[in-house]
């Protein structure tokens, strides 16, 4: 049971940390490139933190009303909308980063941008949590041997959190002009990831059409291994993805390429990147 | 910036169009070619499924109607199917899969994959 | 704020707990991988063991081998002897090997193992559910100290960042203690790598302000100095040629105010110079400021009587003289007072009034000179403070001055701490200055007034 808490803890915890430390990289960048601490002033992390949590507990507590409705794909119909909504948000932050230098601009715009991170930020541990409390709900109401259990969830959760934090790190130690280019990549791969569960969802209630099988790289990179599942909750990887999943999570990527800050962070003149 | 980022919103639409009216074309293909689904039991009792071994035809929609008997959820989960999905306790639920290739996809209940093991063979 | 010790302490423990926890899971997976083995190899054992039996003893069909374990011999598709919790099919199909099967509501790893010798299949089946537990307790005692030891690492790593930074903690402390009038050089005791050069560097620069600085007072204060001589000669010069040609016109009443004038300029200057930070005695003593302003005023008094002034002392605690004593430079608080009660006296009319008050606000010492002068406008009560600024107004070009004055009081109370408020006086109309002393001894060392470097 060890093995299984890591695995379902980490799958989870990270996700929500990749989320996270991304957002913040985000946040370092719009202080540092316009001088001052703009979105500091407001407590979003804590906020969004408690609020996910709350939601997960109202989620779980009633996960069978939920699972039964529309004819019992209702669990597939709300991940597909919160996996929608969350891809449509990273999109919007996208779109919303400010490229101007001025600190009107910026003003303008940093109601927005809290706006869309503490929700993305709220429904990746609203995802996560949720799936996190049936299974610790579970194993605790049975009374089962609970130790290796905690240790397992211990461990999923170390190595999710050190990875986050360490990702945080790596991005905000590259120079200004790397380090937008990483957050703006891995933006649009989360984002892409988003919007190919959501079809992958509503494929599995049945909501969608079947399509084919756009590729097999399980002999590549099989999704069970350690390696594959960590590229799952960084990118989204999966080894049999369908033509619409892949559609899906190219579209998610293309509207991210084609924002104003995904240019600003590719374009030539480097000094205007960073000096917003 | 902002007005050139709106100008450029307008001059991407176009490939979007296309994805879009593409997705829709195809799902009506799709939609023309459903045939009435064919709908499986799978039990889930003392952490293991019953049965372990589903057979269903090849090339064809399947519904599989998850029934939990335990009082621990628990959460059906293949790679090879690329399926996800938990099942509170004392409840049940459905799974659509396929249409699948001739062949063996494997899955397990993700709370207790010790024992809850089984396979889905397509023939 | 960026903290070098927070992102030392948190990527370091982040890098400990990632590759601690990975490793820990390698480990358990690995052991488990043997552990299974194990058991697997019991299982052949077992095999061999019950091959063994006599199928013909009746005692064997109600055997129970315990509820992990279960058998079945099996001899031409026949069930000649079997444990009491095995089922009545086969539990294997008849193919030497290991695999899985679920009966009896139990997951089972079982075994076929065909014995040639008495052309029986021998089935073992072992609960996986139990086997597990039991290796996985074992594997996780192994394991646990892994996890238990990072919150102690953590502890151990925040105090060894703690430790590696404490040099230039001591660094930036030092820098900070180091009092205004200090030029020497930091000791640093031990000599550190990556710190020395800083060091070095900041010692260079501490060495070549103060010879810059030493330069410099020498210069102001040998300047003042000799200038007092040839002015005084001057004066009296003045005096005599006086006497000896009859020149009391205009001419010789200019020259007499402009040599007066150049007088005070230069006294002021010194007074400046000695009221500077760098120049500050930094000890202080207790002074009482009611003594002190009745000399000021004693020692002012024909000046008042000069322009026919009413001067006033008034003391709201003046039976406890105690209370309004704070610590502080003599000198300084005598110029400062001086400046102030000079300053009304210029710009308040013939027979104004002059008040000088003492009073205490909570802890603080409040010394206020308030005139029924002219007054100053809200937008010129700042910039009155600066060096050798004279308001301008027509009546005031006769007034004798030479904008230091203010300056100096400034200086003065920015030395003692306290703060320097210019408002309108309790007469309607006229100038209040209001100091506010702080009753502890705060005699700011580290104050640097940037614009002492412009003297």
Aim: with cysteine; hydrophobic share 45%; aromatic share 10%.
């Amino acid at each position: 049971m060890f093995l299984n808490a890591v695995v379902l803890v980490l799958q989870e915890i990270l996700e929500a940390a990749l989320i996270l430390s991304l957002l913040l990289a985000f946040v370092r960048y719009l202080n540092l490139a316009s001088g001052e601490r703009v979105l500091s002033r407001r407590n979003w992390v804590v906020t969004s933190i408690i609020a996910g949590v709350f939601l997960a507990w109202i989620f779980s507590n009633n996960f069978s009303r939920i699972s039964n409705s529309f004819d019992y794909v209702g669990l597939e119909i709300t991940n597909a909308s919160i996996h929608s909504a969350s891809c449509f948000l990273l999109v919007l932050f996208a779109w919303l980063f400010p490229v101007k230098r001025s600190v009107a601009h910026l003003n303008h715009r940093s109601l927005g941008l809290i706006f869309c991170m503490v929700v993305v930020v709220t429904l990746a541990i609203l995802r996560e949590g949720s799936e996190i409390m049936q299974f610790g709900g579970g194993i605790l109401g049975q009374g089962q041997a609970g130790l290796p259990i905690f240790y397992g969830g211990v461990v999923g959760a170390g190595i999710g959190v050190s990875t986050g934090v360490l990702l945080y790190y790596a991005l905000t130690g590259l120079s200004i002009e790397n380090s937008l280019k990483a957050c703006v990549l891995l933006l649009s791969l989360t984002a892409g990831n988003m919007a190919s569960q959501a079809i992958l969802l509503l494929n599995q209630a049945d909501w969608l059409p079947f399509t084919p099988t756009a590729w097999d790289s399980s002999g590549l990179l099989s999704e069970s291994s350690v390696l594959g599942q960590l590229a799952y909750a960084l990118i989204g990887y999966e080894a049999t993805p369908s033509i619409m999943q892949v559609s899906a999570y190219l579209l998610g990527l293309f509207f991210v390429i084609i924002s104003p800050i995904s240019r600003l962070a590719w374009s030539t003149w480097h000094d205007e990147a960073s000096q917003i | 910036m902002s007005e050139s980022a709106m100008l450029s919103m307008t001059k991407n639409t176009g490939p979007m169009l296309i994805v879009l009216s593409l997705l829709i074309a195809l799902s009506f293909v799709t939609e023309l070619a459903k045939a009435e689904t064919l709908e499986v039991e799978l039990r889930i009792r003392d952490h293991l499924f019953f049965p372990s071994t589903l057979i269903i035809p090849a090339n064809q929609k399947v519904k599989i109607r998850v029934i939990n008997e335990d009082p621990t959820p628990e959460e059906f989960e293949s790679f090879e199917l690329n399926r996800e999905k938990v099942i509170a306790a004392h409840s049940q639920t459905v799974i659509f899969i396929g249409p699948l290739e001739v062949g063996e996809y494997p899955f397990f209940g993700e709370f207790y994959p010790k024992t809850a093991q089984g396979v889905v063979v397509a023939k | 704020m960026k903290s070098i010790r927070l992102f030392l302490a948190t990527s370091i423990v982040s890098l400990l707990t990632l590759f601690n926890f990975v490793a820990a899971v390698q480990g358990y997976q690995s052991s488990m991988r043997e552990a299974d083995a194990l058991f697997d190899n019991q299982m052949l054992d077992l095999a061999l063991l019950v091959s063994n039996l006599d199928v013909s003893d009746e005692r064997l069909r109600s055997m129970q081998l315990g509820e992990d374990l279960a058998f079945q011999i099996w001899q031409n598709d026949k069930l000649l002897a079997a444990s009491a919790n095995a089922p009545v099919q086969a539990l294997h199909q008849f193919s030497e090997g290991y695999d899985y099967a679920n009966f009896s509501s139990y997951r089972w790893r079982t075994l076929a193992k065909y014995d040639r010798s008495h052309e029986k299949w021998v089935f073992i089946a072992e609960r996986t559910d139990l086997r597990f537990v039991l290796a996985e307790n074992v594997v996780l005692q192994s394991v646990a100290p892994l996890l238990l030891g990072i919150p102690l690492v953590g502890i151990l790593v925040w105090f060894f960042v703690s430790k590696g930074l404490a040099p230039l903690q001591k660094l930036s402390f030092a820098l900070k203690s180091k009092p205004a009038n200090d030029l020497l050089p930091i000791d640093f005791g031990d000599s550190i790598l990556e710190l020395d050069q800083v060091i070095a560097s900041i010692n260079g620069f501490v060495a070549r302000l103060e010879s810059a600085m030493n330069r410099e007072k020498s210069f102001s204060a040998d300047a003042a100095h000799e200038l007092r001589t040839p002015i005084s000669a001057l004066k009296i010069q003045l005096h005599n040629f006086a006497g000896t040609v009859d020149a009391k016109g205009d001419a010789y009443n200019e020259l007499q105010q402009g040599i007066d004038r150049m007088q005070h300029l230069i006294e002021q200057l010194l007074a400046l110079y000695r009221s500077s930070p760098d120049q500050f005695d930094a000890k202080g003593k207790s002074v009482n400021l009611l003594d002190l302003a009745q000399d000021v005023v004693a020692r002012l008094y024909p000046e008042f009587e000069k322009k026919d002034q009413q001067i006033s002392l008034e003391s709201e605690v003046e039976r406890e003289k105690e209370a309004l004593t704070i610590h502080g430079e003599f000198f300084a608080l005598e110029t400062l007072l001086t400046n102030l009660l000079v300053n009304a006296s210029r710009y308040t009319p013939n027979g104004g009034q002059i008040l000088v008050a003492l009073s205490r606000k909570h802890d603080n010492v409040i010394l206020s000179v308030e005139d029924d002068g002219v007054g100053i406008a809200p937008d010129d009560r700042e910039r009155i403070f600066d060096r050798f600024t004279r308001l301008s107004g027509n009546q005031e070009v006769t007034v004798p001055g030479c904008g230091l004055g203010l300056a100096i009081v400034r200086h003065v109370a920015d030395l003692h701490g306290a703060s320097v408020k210019v408002s309108s006086s309790r007469f309607g109309h006229g100038t209040a200055f209001i100091v506010e002393f702080p009753s502890e001894k705060i005699v700011n060392h580290g104050m640097r007034d940037e614009r002492v470097g412009d003297a």
